[in-house]
Protein backbone atom coordinates (compact mmCIF):
# COMPACT_ATOMS: atom_id res chain seq x y z
CA UNK A 1 0.00 0.00 0.00
CA UNK A 2 1.50 3.47 -1.07
CA UNK A 3 2.55 5.83 2.42
CA UNK A 4 -0.56 8.45 3.13
CA UNK A 5 0.21 11.66 1.40
CA UNK A 6 -0.20 15.14 2.74
CA UNK A 7 -2.42 17.10 0.24
CA UNK A 8 -3.30 20.66 -0.09
CA UNK A 9 -6.93 21.75 -1.11
CA UNK A 10 -8.38 24.56 -2.43
CA UNK A 11 -11.45 26.11 -3.69
CA UNK A 12 -10.92 29.14 -6.01
CA UNK A 13 -13.38 31.17 -8.58
CA UNK A 14 -16.76 31.66 -7.91
CA UNK A 15 -18.88 30.22 -5.18
CA UNK A 16 -21.32 27.44 -6.19
CA UNK A 17 -23.36 24.98 -4.91
CA UNK A 18 -21.52 21.33 -3.72
CA UNK A 19 -18.11 22.39 -3.20
CA UNK A 20 -18.41 21.76 1.07
CA UNK A 21 -20.14 18.22 -0.36
CA UNK A 22 -16.72 17.55 -2.52
CA UNK A 23 -14.48 18.77 0.35
CA UNK A 24 -16.34 16.20 2.99
CA UNK A 25 -16.18 13.66 0.20
CA UNK A 26 -12.57 14.14 -0.68
CA UNK A 27 -11.55 14.46 3.08
CA UNK A 28 -13.39 11.76 4.45
CA UNK A 29 -12.27 8.90 1.78
CA UNK A 30 -8.44 10.55 1.95
CA UNK A 31 -8.56 9.91 5.77
CA UNK A 32 -10.63 6.13 6.49
CA UNK A 33 -9.21 4.33 3.24
CA UNK A 34 -5.61 5.86 2.22
CA UNK A 35 -4.77 7.56 5.75
CA UNK A 36 -4.05 10.97 4.19
CA UNK A 37 -3.67 14.15 6.05
CA UNK A 38 -4.85 17.57 4.24
CA UNK A 39 -4.18 21.45 4.75
CA UNK A 40 -6.78 24.13 3.77
CA UNK A 41 -5.66 26.79 1.43
CA UNK A 42 -7.84 29.44 2.31
CA UNK A 43 -9.32 32.25 -0.48
CA UNK A 44 -8.33 29.93 -3.37
CA UNK A 45 -4.49 30.53 -4.91
CA UNK A 46 -4.20 33.64 -2.47
CA UNK A 47 -3.76 31.16 0.56
CA UNK A 48 -0.52 30.01 -1.09
CA UNK A 49 0.84 34.02 -2.22
CA UNK A 50 -0.19 35.33 1.25
CA UNK A 51 1.30 34.09 4.65
CA UNK A 52 -1.43 32.60 7.73
CA UNK A 53 -4.22 31.65 5.14
CA UNK A 54 -3.92 27.58 5.74
CA UNK A 55 -5.04 25.35 8.62
CA UNK A 56 -5.11 21.36 9.11
CA UNK A 57 -8.29 20.19 7.26
CA UNK A 58 -9.73 17.14 8.82
CA UNK A 59 -12.77 14.94 9.19
CA UNK A 60 -14.37 17.20 12.52
CA UNK A 61 -13.83 20.11 9.83
CA UNK A 62 -16.31 18.68 7.51
CA UNK A 63 -18.84 17.43 9.79
CA UNK A 64 -22.52 19.22 9.19
CA UNK A 65 -21.21 20.72 5.97
CA UNK A 66 -22.96 18.49 2.82
CA UNK A 67 -26.06 20.63 3.02
CA UNK A 68 -24.17 23.70 3.29
CA UNK A 69 -23.43 25.74 0.16
CA UNK A 70 -20.31 27.60 -1.02
CA UNK A 71 -16.93 26.72 0.79
CA UNK A 72 -15.71 26.66 4.29
CA UNK A 73 -12.58 27.47 2.58
CA UNK A 74 -13.31 30.70 1.48
CA UNK A 75 -12.18 31.66 -2.55
CA UNK A 76 -11.48 34.20 -4.95
CA UNK A 77 -11.23 34.81 -8.41
CA UNK A 78 -8.83 37.52 -8.64
CA UNK A 79 -5.79 35.87 -7.24
CA UNK A 80 -3.84 34.69 -10.51
CA UNK A 81 -0.44 34.00 -9.01
CA UNK A 82 0.65 34.33 -12.50
CA UNK A 83 -0.76 38.18 -12.78
CA UNK A 84 -1.04 38.96 -8.95
CA UNK A 85 -1.48 42.62 -7.82
CA UNK A 86 1.26 44.15 -5.85
CA UNK A 87 1.78 47.26 -4.24
CA UNK A 88 5.26 48.96 -4.82
CA UNK A 89 5.82 52.47 -4.50
CA UNK A 90 4.70 53.31 -7.88
CA UNK A 91 1.01 51.94 -7.13
CA UNK A 92 -0.28 48.27 -8.22
CA UNK A 93 1.54 46.40 -10.68
CA UNK A 94 1.08 42.64 -11.33
CA UNK A 95 3.39 40.44 -11.08
CA UNK A 96 4.20 36.21 -11.77
CA UNK A 97 4.63 34.89 -8.30
CA UNK A 98 3.66 31.75 -9.46
CA UNK A 99 7.66 30.57 -8.30
CA UNK A 100 6.26 30.98 -4.78
CA UNK A 101 3.62 29.36 -5.06
CA UNK A 102 5.77 26.28 -5.49
CA UNK A 103 8.16 27.86 -2.37
CA UNK A 104 4.97 27.89 -0.53
CA UNK A 105 3.91 24.35 -1.32
CA UNK A 106 7.77 23.24 0.03
CA UNK A 107 6.95 24.70 3.04
CA UNK A 108 3.70 23.39 3.54
CA UNK A 109 5.63 19.70 2.61
CA UNK A 110 2.86 19.20 0.25
CA UNK A 111 2.77 16.15 -1.61
CA UNK A 112 0.24 17.14 -4.05
CA UNK A 113 -2.19 19.78 -4.95
CA UNK A 114 -6.17 19.32 -5.53
CA UNK A 115 -7.64 22.48 -7.25
CA UNK A 116 -11.29 22.65 -6.82
CA UNK A 117 -13.10 25.71 -9.38
CA UNK A 118 -13.96 26.60 -12.70
CA UNK A 119 -12.00 27.34 -15.97
CA UNK A 120 -10.03 30.10 -14.17
CA UNK A 121 -8.80 27.93 -10.87
CA UNK A 122 -8.32 24.79 -13.32
CA UNK A 123 -6.61 26.97 -16.36
CA UNK A 124 -4.50 27.72 -13.49
CA UNK A 125 -3.49 24.68 -12.11
CA UNK A 126 -2.28 23.65 -15.73
CA UNK A 127 0.12 26.44 -15.95
CA UNK A 128 1.31 25.26 -12.29
CA UNK A 129 1.38 21.41 -13.52
CA UNK A 130 4.39 22.50 -16.12
CA UNK A 131 6.03 24.50 -13.70
CA UNK A 132 6.74 20.57 -11.92
CA UNK A 133 3.44 20.89 -9.34
CA UNK A 134 1.65 18.07 -8.72
CA UNK A 135 -1.80 18.90 -8.89
CA UNK A 136 -5.46 17.23 -9.97
CA UNK A 137 -8.43 19.62 -10.47
CA UNK A 138 -12.19 19.09 -9.90
CA UNK A 139 -14.62 20.89 -12.32
CA UNK A 140 -17.06 23.75 -10.43
CA UNK A 141 -19.19 25.90 -12.29
CA UNK A 142 -22.96 26.97 -12.58
CA UNK A 143 -22.33 28.08 -16.26
CA UNK A 144 -21.64 24.26 -17.24
CA UNK A 145 -19.40 25.58 -19.93
CA UNK A 146 -16.02 23.61 -19.42
CA UNK A 147 -15.77 21.13 -22.56
CA UNK A 148 -13.54 18.31 -20.90
CA UNK A 149 -16.82 17.27 -18.78
CA UNK A 150 -20.64 16.33 -19.46
CA UNK A 151 -21.77 18.58 -16.08
CA UNK A 152 -20.17 20.47 -13.25
CA UNK A 153 -21.67 20.56 -10.07
CA UNK A 154 -23.46 23.75 -9.32
CA UNK A 155 -25.41 23.35 -12.26
CA UNK A 156 -28.19 21.71 -11.39
CA UNK A 157 -29.15 23.14 -7.90
CA UNK A 158 -28.53 26.87 -10.33
CA UNK A 159 -30.98 24.90 -12.92
CA UNK A 160 -33.71 24.61 -10.08
CA UNK A 161 -33.58 27.66 -8.35
CA UNK A 162 -34.12 29.79 -12.14
CA UNK A 163 -36.62 27.59 -12.76
CA UNK A 164 -38.40 27.82 -9.59
CA UNK A 165 -38.23 31.67 -10.52
CA UNK A 166 -39.71 31.40 -13.70
CA UNK A 167 -42.75 29.91 -11.76
CA UNK A 168 -43.07 32.40 -9.58
CA UNK A 169 -43.02 35.15 -12.42
CA UNK A 170 -45.59 33.12 -14.44
CA UNK A 171 -48.10 34.08 -11.45
CA UNK A 172 -47.59 37.80 -11.56
CA UNK A 173 -47.00 38.08 -14.93
CA UNK A 174 -50.46 36.16 -15.74
CA UNK A 175 -52.28 38.22 -13.32
CA UNK A 176 -50.95 41.62 -14.85
CA UNK A 177 -50.63 40.90 -18.21
CA UNK A 178 -47.29 41.75 -18.39
CA UNK A 179 -44.15 40.64 -20.15
CA UNK A 180 -41.50 39.29 -17.39
CA UNK A 181 -37.70 39.12 -18.72
CA UNK A 182 -36.04 37.08 -16.30
CA UNK A 183 -31.82 37.51 -16.43
CA UNK A 184 -29.61 34.79 -16.18
CA UNK A 185 -26.54 33.44 -15.54
CA UNK A 186 -23.85 31.73 -17.54
CA UNK A 187 -21.37 34.51 -18.93
CA UNK A 188 -21.01 33.17 -22.62
CA UNK A 189 -22.61 29.76 -22.33
CA UNK A 190 -26.29 29.51 -22.78
CA UNK A 191 -26.66 26.24 -20.95
CA UNK A 192 -28.20 27.50 -17.39
CA UNK A 193 -30.53 30.02 -19.26
CA UNK A 194 -31.93 27.05 -22.19
CA UNK A 195 -32.54 24.28 -19.49
CA UNK A 196 -34.34 26.66 -16.84
CA UNK A 197 -35.74 28.25 -19.60
CA UNK A 198 -37.33 25.31 -20.78
CA UNK A 199 -38.06 23.44 -17.47
CA UNK A 200 -39.41 27.14 -16.48
CA UNK A 201 -42.18 27.37 -19.49
CA UNK A 202 -40.62 30.36 -21.00
CA UNK A 203 -41.96 31.64 -23.93
CA UNK A 204 -38.83 33.05 -25.49
CA UNK A 205 -35.15 31.97 -24.66
CA UNK A 206 -32.06 34.12 -25.31
CA UNK A 207 -28.82 32.77 -25.15
CA UNK A 208 -25.28 33.96 -26.19
CA UNK A 209 -25.16 31.64 -28.84
CA UNK A 210 -27.81 32.91 -31.09
CA UNK A 211 -27.64 36.70 -31.32
CA UNK A 212 -30.92 38.06 -31.23
CA UNK A 213 -33.13 40.15 -33.41
CA UNK A 214 -35.88 42.58 -31.87
CA UNK A 215 -38.26 41.50 -34.59
CA UNK A 216 -38.21 37.90 -34.10
CA UNK A 217 -38.99 38.20 -30.49
CA UNK A 218 -41.62 40.77 -30.80
CA UNK A 219 -43.63 38.43 -33.56
CA UNK A 220 -43.52 35.38 -31.01
CA UNK A 221 -44.68 37.79 -28.05
CA UNK A 222 -47.64 39.12 -31.21
CA UNK A 223 -48.37 35.55 -31.86
CA UNK A 224 -48.91 34.72 -28.25
CA UNK A 225 -51.12 37.80 -28.63
CA UNK A 226 -53.48 36.59 -31.41
CA UNK A 227 -54.32 33.41 -29.13
CA UNK A 228 -55.78 35.52 -26.11
CA UNK A 229 -52.05 35.20 -24.18
CA UNK A 230 -51.43 38.71 -23.35
CA UNK A 231 -48.57 38.16 -20.80
CA UNK A 232 -44.94 36.15 -21.56
CA UNK A 233 -42.23 35.28 -20.19
CA UNK A 234 -38.90 35.97 -21.56
CA UNK A 235 -35.66 34.21 -19.86
CA UNK A 236 -32.26 36.11 -21.57
CA UNK A 237 -28.62 34.71 -20.39
CA UNK A 238 -26.17 37.72 -19.09
CA UNK A 239 -24.51 37.22 -21.98
CA UNK A 240 -27.02 37.25 -24.81
CA UNK A 241 -27.06 40.68 -27.10
CA UNK A 242 -29.05 41.59 -30.07
CA UNK A 243 -28.01 41.01 -33.52
CA UNK A 244 -25.12 43.54 -34.58
CA UNK A 245 -24.91 45.24 -31.46
CA UNK A 246 -22.26 44.00 -28.17
CA UNK A 247 -22.63 41.87 -24.81
CA UNK A 248 -24.57 44.36 -21.69
CA UNK A 249 -21.52 44.89 -19.53
CA UNK A 250 -21.70 46.11 -15.84
CA UNK A 251 -18.48 46.83 -15.06
CA UNK A 252 -14.54 47.28 -17.02
CA UNK A 253 -11.65 45.82 -15.32
CA UNK A 254 -11.10 48.12 -11.85
CA UNK A 255 -8.10 50.41 -11.87
CA UNK A 256 -6.28 47.95 -9.48
CA UNK A 257 -4.27 45.47 -11.45
CA UNK A 258 -5.60 41.63 -11.26
CA UNK A 259 -8.36 43.00 -8.82
CA UNK A 260 -10.85 43.64 -11.77
CA UNK A 261 -12.84 41.61 -14.03
CA UNK A 262 -15.43 42.25 -17.07
CA UNK A 263 -18.70 42.24 -15.17
CA UNK A 264 -21.86 40.94 -17.42
CA UNK A 265 -24.98 42.27 -16.49
CA UNK A 266 -27.52 44.32 -18.09
CA UNK A 267 -28.96 41.97 -20.66
CA UNK A 268 -32.25 42.19 -18.87
CA UNK A 269 -32.73 45.58 -19.09
CA UNK A 270 -31.38 45.81 -22.99
CA UNK A 271 -33.92 43.43 -23.83
CA UNK A 272 -36.62 45.24 -22.35
CA UNK A 273 -35.69 49.23 -23.53
CA UNK A 274 -35.31 47.68 -27.12
CA UNK A 275 -39.17 45.74 -27.07
CA UNK A 276 -40.47 48.36 -24.60
CA UNK A 277 -41.94 51.10 -27.68
CA UNK A 278 -43.15 48.08 -29.82
CA UNK A 279 -45.76 46.91 -27.82
CA UNK A 280 -48.24 47.81 -25.11
CA UNK A 281 -47.99 45.47 -22.63
CA UNK A 282 -45.92 46.63 -19.23
CA UNK A 283 -42.20 45.22 -19.36
CA UNK A 284 -40.69 44.23 -15.81
CA UNK A 285 -37.16 43.06 -15.71
CA UNK A 286 -35.84 40.34 -12.55
CA UNK A 287 -31.98 39.88 -11.99
CA UNK A 288 -31.86 36.64 -10.36
CA UNK A 289 -28.02 37.28 -9.76
CA UNK A 290 -26.09 35.56 -6.52
CA UNK A 291 -29.41 34.04 -5.74
CA UNK A 292 -28.65 31.38 -7.92
CA UNK A 293 -24.92 30.58 -6.53
CA UNK A 294 -26.08 30.46 -3.14
CA UNK A 295 -27.91 28.14 -1.22
CA UNK A 296 -28.38 24.55 -0.09
CA UNK A 297 -26.75 21.51 -2.88
CA UNK A 298 -29.54 19.89 -4.35
CA UNK A 299 -29.52 16.02 -3.92
CA UNK A 300 -27.72 15.46 -7.36
CA UNK A 301 -25.11 18.10 -7.17
CA UNK A 302 -24.27 16.50 -3.62
CA UNK A 303 -24.06 13.44 -5.48
CA UNK A 304 -21.71 14.54 -8.34
CA UNK A 305 -19.28 16.26 -6.19
CA UNK A 306 -18.83 13.52 -3.83
CA UNK A 307 -17.96 11.56 -7.02
CA UNK A 308 -15.75 14.09 -8.00
CA UNK A 309 -14.47 14.17 -4.55
CA UNK A 310 -13.64 10.79 -4.06
CA UNK A 311 -12.73 9.52 -7.74
CA UNK A 312 -9.95 12.54 -7.56
CA UNK A 313 -7.90 10.26 -5.04
CA UNK A 314 -8.07 7.58 -7.54
CA UNK A 315 -5.76 10.08 -9.70
CA UNK A 316 -3.65 11.00 -6.38
CA UNK A 317 -3.21 7.26 -6.21
CA UNK A 318 -1.90 6.20 -9.48
CA UNK A 319 0.03 9.37 -10.18
CA UNK A 320 -2.36 10.94 -12.86
CA UNK A 321 -1.02 14.40 -11.96
CA UNK A 322 -1.63 17.13 -14.11
CA UNK A 323 -5.76 15.38 -14.69
CA UNK A 324 -8.43 16.49 -13.31
CA UNK A 325 -11.57 14.25 -12.92
CA UNK A 326 -14.55 14.37 -15.39
CA UNK A 327 -17.90 12.98 -15.85
CA UNK A 328 -18.61 11.51 -19.34
CA UNK A 329 -21.69 9.19 -19.80
CA UNK A 330 -22.24 8.93 -15.96
CA UNK A 331 -18.64 7.54 -15.36
CA UNK A 332 -16.49 9.53 -13.54
CA UNK A 333 -12.80 9.71 -15.47
CA UNK A 334 -9.27 11.54 -15.68
CA UNK A 335 -9.07 13.83 -18.28
CA UNK A 336 -5.96 16.46 -18.62
CA UNK A 337 -6.20 19.76 -17.03
CA UNK A 338 -5.36 21.34 -20.48
CA UNK A 339 -9.19 20.13 -21.29
CA UNK A 340 -10.26 22.99 -18.92
CA UNK A 341 -9.14 25.26 -20.89
CA UNK A 342 -11.52 24.82 -23.69
CA UNK A 343 -15.20 26.84 -23.72
CA UNK A 344 -18.08 24.95 -24.04
CA UNK A 345 -21.08 25.80 -25.95
CA UNK A 346 -24.53 25.42 -26.26
CA UNK A 347 -25.10 23.66 -29.74
CA UNK A 348 -27.37 25.33 -31.71
CA UNK A 349 -28.32 22.74 -33.87
CA UNK A 350 -28.72 20.24 -30.67
CA UNK A 351 -32.34 18.31 -29.61
CA UNK A 352 -32.50 20.60 -26.89
CA UNK A 353 -32.57 24.00 -28.75
CA UNK A 354 -34.63 21.98 -31.97
CA UNK A 355 -37.29 20.74 -29.44
CA UNK A 356 -37.49 23.68 -28.04
CA UNK A 357 -38.29 25.55 -31.30
CA UNK A 358 -40.65 22.48 -32.80
CA UNK A 359 -42.89 23.61 -29.18
CA UNK A 360 -42.98 27.65 -30.01
CA UNK A 361 -40.51 28.46 -27.96
CA UNK A 362 -38.52 31.62 -29.88
CA UNK A 363 -35.00 31.88 -29.60
CA UNK A 364 -34.89 35.67 -31.59
CA UNK A 365 -33.09 34.47 -34.67
Known sequence: MARPLRLGVLTGGGDCPGLNALIRGLVRRGVHEFGHSFVGI??????????????????????????????????????????????????????DVSDGVLRRCEELRLDGLVAIGGDGTLSIAHQLAGKGLKVVGCPKTIDNDLSGTDQTFGFDTARLIVTEALDRLHSTAESHDRVMVLEVMGRHAGFLTLDSGIAGGADVILIPEIPYR??????????????????????????????????SVLAQAA????????????????????????????????????????????????????????????????????????????????????????ERRVDVQGDLVRFARSMGIGFGD
Not at 47 to 58: A, K, N, Q
Request: glycine residues 12%.
Open 42 to 95: ENGYMGLVEPELVRPLGVEDTRGILPKGGTILGTSNKANPFSYPVREASGWVDK
Open 214 to 247: VESVLETLRRRATRRRSFSIIAISEGAYPEGGAL
Open 255 to 342: DIPGRGVVRLGGSGKVCADLLASHIEAEIRVTVLGHLQRGGSPSAADRLLATRYGCKVLDLVRDGQWGHMVALRNNDIIAVPLSESRK
